[in-house]
Antibody
Framework: EVQLVESGGGLVQPGGSLRLSCSASGFIFTSYAMYWVRQAPGKGLEYVSGINTNGGRTNYADSVKGRFSISRDNSKTTLSLQMSSLRVEDTAIYYC???????????????WGRGTTVTVSS | QSVLTQSPSASGTPGQSVTISCSGGSSNIGSNTVSWYQQLPGTAPKLLIYFDDQRPSGVPARFSGSKSGTSASLAISRLQSEDEADYYCATWDDGLKGGVFGGGTKLTVL
């Protein structure tokens, strides 16, 4: 069974840092691009970041560029999102998402994790 | 506001058909394929349609997608109570160089 399990969410103060992880199983991790997508409370979906199969190409939404960093460890089938300089508006459920393809710009999100909640508040 | 425009709400009665629209521009829908996602209350989104009109295995044929120019549509026939959910369109934007979503349409089955 294809599965994505996020962890690392929590409460953090504005300006703080947090690292999210996503453990992948049930598919050939090295064959697919991966994404982070977030959803603020009561709001719609927002693309955060994408990474290709070997981690050599990454992409970020303007809202997080320079503050967030996506990476993957193919040997551990794990996707990560390092978040720094966090703002109140970063408060959201963060979903780890598998692409149907090897490159992130073929934007088909075919498997979603259950999400991990990040709350930025003082 | 979202790059892709969706009506905030739609409704229908069981057995009816409903269409949800998604409007974009030349750098997104006009240049790339569209996918649709269903988010049931309290759950993660699920892929419903990809490549404008393709259904993943397991998605009922009652769900269909289409695209023309810079707009796309999701049609749901023979509405059922379990179709009550939020629906999002999505595609890649060549100008923004990133993924974009519609604001979502909340479907109510009366």
């Amino acid at each position: 069974e294809v599965q994505l399990v996020e962890s690392g969410g929590g409460l953090v103060q504005p300006g703080g840092s947090l690292r999210l992880s996503c453990s992948a199983s049930g598919f050939i991790f090295t064959s697919y691009a991966m994404y982070w997508v977030r959803q603020a409370p009561g709001k719609g979906l927002e693309y955060v970041s994408g990474i290709n199969t070997n981690g050599g190409r990454t992409n970020y939404a303007d809202s997080v560029k320079g503050r967030f960093s996506i990476s993957r460890d193919n040997s551990k089938t794990t996707l990560s999102l390092q978040m720094s300089s966090l703002r109140v508006e970063d408060t959201a459920i963060y979903y780890c998402v598998k692409s149907q393809f090897g490159e992130y710009y073929y934007y088909v999100l075919d498997v979603w994790g259950r999400g991990t909640t990040v709350t930025v508040s003082s | 506001q979202s790059v892709l425009t969706q009506s905030p709400s739609a409704s229908g009665t069981p057995g009816q058909s409903v269409t949800i629209s998604c409007s974009g521009g030349s750098s997104n829908i006009g240049s790339n394929t569209v996918s649709w996602y269903q988010q049931l209350p309290g759950t993660a989104p699920k892929l419903l349609i990809y490549f404008d009109d393709q259904r993943p295995s397991g998605v009922p044929a009652r769900f269909s997608g289409s695209k023309s120019g810079t707009s796309a549509s999701l049609a749901i026939s023979r509405l059922q109570s379990e179709d009550e959910a939020d629906y999002y369109c999505a595609t890649w934007d060549d100008g923004l160089k990133g993924g974009v979503f519609g604001g979502g349409t909340k479907l109510t089955v009366l």
